[in-house]
């Protein structure tokens, strides 16, 4: 179980799994390689798809990953 998303901690759930993912994934997972689906992650740290796909959305916006129709997610080149 990942999940370290607290509650309790007055920012909201996507913007702590925002932080926790560019953590795990980005660090762990090289350039161009797919992330985790929305699914998987949602199941991984116990948040709906919801805050997933904010949180995901939060990293495409800051340029560290790329969503591609259909095929998924990917960590950005540096």
Known sequence: K???L???DPRALHE???VQLR???VKNVSAGEQIPT???ISQAYS???VTVRRAIQT???QGL???RQGKGTFTAAP
């Open 59 to 61: 990293l495409v916006d």
């Open 47 to 49: 948040v709906s798809r």
């Open 38 to 40: 929305e699914e998987a």
């Open 2 to 4: 990942l999940s370290r």
């Open 23 to 25: 953590a795990d994934v």
């Open 65 to 67: 990953l790329i969503r």
């Open 6 to 8: 607290r509650r309790a």
């Open 16 to 18: 702590q799994l925002s």
